[in-house]
């Protein structure tokens, strides 16, 4: 499990970490706007909802063994290019590749291995301790991040600072690439599908056709949006705080040790009371969080650091335990792969679409008191979450 965990956190390190721990030095080492940074992430997007599907299918038949190796060393190659600063067209081009290694072989086959790591009575704890050490492993490495960063800062020192973030770049590049040697010799052959598995239409056809998997697909949505949207927080503490680049930076990395808390509390938590209920829940007071902030965008440092740890236990609290759903909801386990790539082409659309709409919102709203309207998109989003639950809820009641 350890390895999953590990695996599971270094797999995004060098897509994601970057943007959401580095924006703003990540914006100036490559000159680019929240606009055009957005657009980028929209080309990842793409590729990977285009993977969803057929990574399914490939979990259900090919062992995780080989698929999460491959999958982490062809993304540490990308790391590679990218520290050499390439154009804006060019990390386009990287982005949809690292949109293919990081979902193509890797994401169905985590969250089965996961399901089955869990059983049947643990399912909550089981995606918990899966989203909450992914969280451990996140804020440590951004630490360490933070301090290779630091080691050569120069405030308004462009070219310095670049060297800096240079280095950043390898240590992530050289944690994937750990993380695709670590898979290959601590998972076992033996716990992989059978290869003489054909991929099934039938199963396909009774997922399709099962209303639970697009309620699950509209939770998987209105959650991640809410994840994407932690990325603009380091922004917004400038523009709130007056805090520099660096000062961002670590104030987000110590945000994230919020994350395995909250994982593995929700987890226990959706055991005992249930996980369409703590689903539900968590939307709700999320939405109210983004909701104040929005009305009280340009108050105090402390309305600020009340809704950072209110949506950062709910967003990170809906991410360990959404896919928990699978057992209450009653998918077969001979067609978890497929269902994982169903609900996750449809609720990974945010990739696409949640980048290019909030950096363009940013860019039009210069002032801390002009993002109140990436907030009431946040919960709106999350009010949507919140219906989706209930009625995913009263299905599984009328199934019981």
């Known amino acids: ?233 380091t922004l917004y503490a400038q523009a709130a705080l007056g805090l520099n680049d660096l000062e961002a930076a670590t104030l987000m990395t110590q945000a994230a040790y919020l994350r395995p808390i909250a994982a593995v509390s929700a987890g226990l938590l959706a055991d005992r009371l249930g996980a369409g209920r703590m689903v539900g829940g968590m939307f709700v007071m999320g939405a109210l969080a983004y909701l104040a902030l929005a009305l009280g965008s340009s108050g105090t440092a402390m309305i600020f650091y009340a809704n950072l740890f209110v949506t950062i236990v709910c967003v990170y609290g809906l991410r360990g335990i959404y896919f928990a759903l699978l057992e209450e909801s009653g998918v077969p386990r001979a067609h978890t792969g497929t269902a994982v790539g169903v609900i996750s082409v449809i609720g990974y659309t945010p990739d696409i679409f949640f980048a290019p709409i909030a950096g363009r919102l940013l860019d039009a709203a210069p002032r801390a008191g002009d993002y109140a309207s990436v907030f009431i998109l946040s919960a709106l989003l999350f009010s949507v979450g919140a219906l989706s639950a209930y009625a995913l809820h009263r299905t599984y009641r009328a199934r019981r």
């Open 1 to 233: 499990m350890f390895c999953l965990i590990f695996a599971g956190e270094a797999i995004f390190s060098l897509p994601f970490h970057l943007a959401r721990f580095f924006r703003p030095t990540m914006l100036e080492a490559f000159a680019l706007s929240n606009a055009r940074l957005g657009d980028v992430y929209a080309v990842y997007g793409i590729t990977a909802m285009l993977a969803y599907f057929p990574g399914g299918a490939l979990a259900d038949l090919y062992s995780p063994r080989i698929l999460l190796t491959g999958s982490l060393l062809a993304t540490a190659a990308g790391g590679i290019w990218l520290a050499s600063f390439p154009s804006a067209q060019s990390l386009a081009v990287l982005y949809g590749y690292w949109g293919l290694t990081t979902i193509l072989l890797f994401w169905a086959a985590l969250i089965r291995a996961t399901r089955e790591w869990g059983g049947l009575a643990l399912q909550g704890r089981a995606f918990g301790v899966l989203d909450g050490g992914r969280g451990l492993v996140a804020a440590t490495l951004a630490s360490v991040a933070v301090t290779l960063l630091s080691a050569n800062f120069v405030a308004g020192d462009s070219q310095m600072n670049k060297a800096s973030f240079a280095l950043v770049i390898y240590f992530y590049t050289g944690i994937t690439a750990l993380a695709g040697v670590l898979c290959w010799w601590v998972i076992p052959t033996a716990s992989s599908p059978s290869s003489q598995r054909s991929i099934s239409f039938t199963g396909l056809r009774t997922v399709l056709l099962a209303p639970r998997i697009w309620c699950q697909a509209a939770i998987v949505i209105a959650a991640y949006c809410g994840y994407k949207g932690l990325d603009y927080y």
